[in-house]
Every structure is written in structure tokens, then in C-alpha cells.
């Protein structure tokens, strides 16, 4: 075992078995099962842990890109380079994919079809939800189907939402969420996978160590990974098989990078695919204050979430939407009786006939695939590495915006049922989930992984995380980023199982 922020175990001259780059949630837990299995991983990460990413702006400048379109997309708080990754920004919640979004739709490329089923990540998504320890309560019948309940109860008391719900004829779930055992309230894979990674004799993890490109022979078989230190070190990691798990920009990036005599367009891009079809989930949102009675004694700032709409627009040639409730309230009711325990009785009636509470409904969309919006190189940027910064371009189509319109009005309704007061419509914002800019297919010409999320070109380079997914749907992309580490952890494990038997 070792974690260590030296170059020395880039020195070894036997290879790995398997070298992850990243360690946000698919390189972890594809590196923890990979371990459980036997196998003997590299893990590289470009960052440290998360104090170096506040105080060390060498570390931040490297996740800065470029943008155009007419999206107005952040170009902050959207990547970062740390150790457990984006988990460290992470929510938990973990929401599956549904069958539909598998099948094809109005939104799949008709190219592309995704090359696997919900029923062939059904048994992973269960392994993921248990290893996440993913909390809820009962799931309605507009759910992904599943045959056992989440492995732990709801904790959150959504009963009001639950009242509301029921008014609008709508059925509200608690939100599915990964439930940490070392943290207060968020589950960080570094913390929650990592010391178990850390524990084995056939790991290692080497952090401020950036990837900048993928090295090939004349076979196509990616030899070793070029990797940089901020102290100008420069080192060659080499393994059996190599697994990019850099993000939905970094890793078409590191593709990108990585051209050579076998690769002049870089790795797995022979049919310009790689970058193409990034995607996003625009959310429409409205705040208000709702009728509020003083007697009524409600948990502040409670979530639930409905999936009954989930493939409602499809019928029109759009996308699926994930609509979301919340209630909150500034302060809870026994504090606000307390400071108004001097008012007479009859005006503190009154006041609870004209009170209003903070409330929130908003909604994520699907975004249609387009082969222009699309992760490339910049042409006059470049990192501290002098590589080429990505640069991102995405633009609404015409079905985006008619999905964002159509989740205004179902919302707006809702306000309107529930008698809402003060509404006003926020900006669109984004989930940060990048996604489909090295999606996954049967062919290289329309995609860069197959099925098993192996490159089409190489016989040894994988890529793993929501850049693979053919089309983005609603869902938050998390557990379906994990449950496609585990599987891609079997298909690897028994690649080196075979391979030992000759």
C-alpha cells in the first residue's frame, strides 16, 4: 500500500494490473472493487486533498476550460481537481436511470442506441445502492422498477409535502440519498472508500499527479501514461489495461491530448466522436411563500421529489423531466410562538391566517443530443503543463427550450393550485452532471466505448463516468456512474483472471 504525493511508484518496473486516473466516485470505487477482486491498482490523481484546492491556485487553474454557446454555462464550481473529486461538492442523491431512458426515444441518436439494458445494470445499481448505504422511504409505481426497498429507512419526515402533493394529484418520494458513516452529513468517497482502497498491499495512490497524455504502440495498445508533478517531474505509469475516469470534460480532454503516430486525432477519435454529444440538466425554478398556520409544525427545509412526470413530454418528441418540492421555513413554529408570546390571542390567529412560509418547486430537464455540442481542445489556452485547455461549446435546441417551457407551465400550475404568493422564476441553473462526451455504442463511428466501456481502437484503455451514458435523461447521474464502476470492475477482473490461465 501507498498514498504518497512523491514519484517514486511511478518507478516500478513491473506493471500494474489496472492504472485509474481520477479519483472522484467511478475511479474509487472501481479501484476499491478492483482491489476486492485481486487485482494490483495504480490510482493517479492530479489534485490533493481539498484544502490544497481552496489555498493552491496551481491546482484550480488546471480545472479551468473555456466556454461558447448560447447557454450561458459557468465555467466556475462545475470541475475540480481534489482528491474523491466531485463527491466533495456532493449532495448524495441517487436516483436510478429508468428502463426508458435505455430504450429508444426522442432524444436517442438513432445512430446510437445504448448497447446495454436497465436490466443488465438492475444487480448494479442494488450493489451500488448498498455500498453507498442509499437511504428512502417506499417508492411509488412511477419508479424505476427494483425488487428490494433501499437499503436504509427514510430519515426525513416529508409528510407535508406528501398533503401537498396529494392536493395536486401528484405522488412525492423522499429523495434517494448516500448516507455517510464518517461524516456529519455527506458521503465523500474518500472518506467513505478510500481507507479500505488504502488498506490493501496491491494499491497505490499517487496524488499531484497529472495525466497529460496516453501513450501508445504500434499495436494500439496504450503502453504507459505520461505524468507531470508541479516540481516539473516527469514520470511513465504503466499497466496492463488504463481506465480514464477524469470527469465528463477532462477525460474526452485527455483523449484529445494524447495524439501519436497511431492516434493523429487523438485516442479513440479516428471518426471525430470523442467530445461530441455533451449534455447537461438545465433546471427551471420558482420561489414563493406559501399559506402557513401556526399550529402546523413542519421540519425545516424538506425535499421530496416526484418521478410521474418523468416521461410525460416524450410523447411530444421531448425529453424527461424531474420536478422537486421544498419547504422550508426561517424559523421553526415553537421559536416564532415563542417571540410572539406577548401578542394577544386574537391577533396571533390572525397572524396564522396570513403567514406565509419560504417555498420552492423547480425542475431538472433533459437535454437532446447534439453532435455540436461538444468538448475540443482551446486553440490559445493552455494549463501550467502547456497542454491545451478544453473547451466546452454547447447551445440549446429548439426541443430544449420547448422541454424548459413545457416544465414552466406544470410548475406554474402547481404554484397556482397551491395558491403560492411572491412567485418569482429563478435563472436557469445547472446540475453540473457532464455528461456524453465519450458515450458508449456499437460502432466507432458513432461512438468511443462499447458496451463494457472498453475504447473501440485500443484493446486496453476504458473510460468510465457519465461521459460515457448515450443519452443524459433527468436523473441525477451518480449512482448509475457507480453501479457502471462495478460493473466495469467485473468485466476487468475477469480480463486478468483469463489472462493469468495462459
Known amino acids: 500500500m501507498s498514498r504518497d504525493d512523491s514519484f517514486a511508484p511511478l518507478d516500478a518496473t513491473e506493471p500494474y494490473d489496472v492504472c485509474i486516473v481520477g479519483s472522484g466516485p467511478a475511479g474509487m470505487v472501481l479501484g476499491g472493487a478492483l482491489v476486492a477482486r485481486g487485482g494490483r491498482v495504480l490510482m493517479l490523481e492530479s489534485g490533493r486533498g481539498l484544502r490544497s484546492w481552496f489555498t493552491d491556485r496551481r491546482i484550480r487553474s488546471l ?128 472518506r467513505e472508500i ?131 418540492m421544498r419547504q422550508a421555513w426561517v424559523l421553526p413554529n415553537h421559536i416564532a410562538k415563542f417571540r410572539l408570546s406577548n401578542v394577544p390571542g386574537t391577533m396571533l390567529k390572525g397572524l396564522g391566517r396570513v403567514f406565509r412560509a419560504p417555498f420552492f418547486v423547480g425542475a431538472g430537464t433533459e437535454m437532446k443530443i447534439s453532435p455540436a455540442n461538444r468538448v475540443t481542445l482551446s486553440p490559445s489556452r493552455t494549463d501550467l503543463f502547456g497542454s491545451p485547455i478544453a473547451h466546452l461549446i454547447m447551445n440549446f435546441s429548439e426541443e430544449d427550450r420547448r422541454l424548459l417551457d413545457r416544465a414552466r407551465g406544470l410548475l406554474r400550475g402547481w404554484l397556482s393550485r397551491l395558491q403560492v404568493g411572491s412567485v418569482r422564476e429563478l435563472e436557469v441553473a445547472w446540475s453540473r452532471h457532464h455528461q456524453g462526451a465519450c458515450r458508449m455504442g456499437l460502432s466507432p463511428a458513432t461512438s468511443v466505448v462499447d458496451g463494457d466501456l472498453r475504447v473501440h481502437e485500443t484493446p486496453n484503455l476504458y473510460v ?17 456512474i457507480v453501479a457502471l464502476a462495478l460493473r466495469l470492475a467485473d468485466h476487468l477482473a475477469d480480463r486478468l483472471r483469463t489472462a493469468e490461465r495462459r
Request: proline residues 8%; positive net charge.
Open 194 to 324: 478510500l481507507p479500505a482502497f488504502l488498506k490493501s498491499e496491491r494499491t497505490t495512490l499517487v496524488t499531484g499527479a497529472t495525466v497529460t497524455r496516453l501513450l501508445a504502440d504500434a499495436d494500439r495498445r496504450i503502453v504507459g501514461a505520461e505524468v507531470k508533478g508541479f516540481d516539473g517531474t516527469t514520470k511513465i505509469a504503466r499497466a496492463r489495461h488504463f481506465v480514464v475516469c477524469c470527469g465528463g470534460i477532462e477525460s474526452p480532454r485527455v483523449l484529445l491530448l494524447s495524439r501519436s503516430e497511431q492516434f493523429p486525432n487523438g485516442v479513440g477519435n479516428s471518426h471525430d466522436m470523442v467530445g461530441r454529444g455533451f449534455n447537461e440538466h438545465p433546471n427551471v425554478s420558482f420561489t414563493g411563500t406559501l399559506p402557513h398556520s401556526w399550529g402546523t409544525i413542519v421540519p425545516t427545509n424538506k425535499i421530496a421529489r416526484t418521478h410521474q412526470y418523468y416521461s410525460t413530454y416524450r410523447a411530444e418528441g421531448l425529453g424527461s423531466v424531474f420536478p422537486v
Open 63 to 190: 480545472a479551468r476550460y473555456d466556454f461558447t454557446g448560447d447557454t450561458d454555462y459557468p465555467l466556475t464550481r462545475t470541475t475540480s481537481r481534489v482528491l474523491g473529486g466531485n463527491s466533495n461538492f456532493w449532495t448524495g442523491r441517487c436516483e436510478r436511470l429508468h428502463p426508458s431512458d435505455f430504450e429508444r426515444h426522442a432524444y436517442t441518436p438513432p445512430e446510437n442506441p445504448w448497447p446495454i439494458t436497465y436490466a443488465d445494470l438492475d444487480p448494479y445499481y442494488d450493489r451500488a445502492e448498498q455500498l453507498l448505504r442509499v437511504r428512502g422511504g417506499p417508492r411509488s409505481g412511477f419508479c424505476p422498477p427494483r425488487k428490494a426497498p433501499l437499503p436504509l429507512p427514510a430519515s426525513p419526515d416529508i409528510s407535508y409535502l406528501h398533503r401537498l402533493g396529494a392536493a395536486l394529484g401528484v405522488t412525492f418520494e423522499d429523495s434517494s440519498t448516500a448516507t455517510p458513516t464518517k461524516t456529519l452529513r455527506f458521503f465523500k468517497v474518500h
Open 464 to 480: 468510465c463516468g457519465s461521459e460515457v451514458f448515450v443519452t443524459g435523461g433527468a436523473m441525477q447521474p451518480s449512482l448509475t
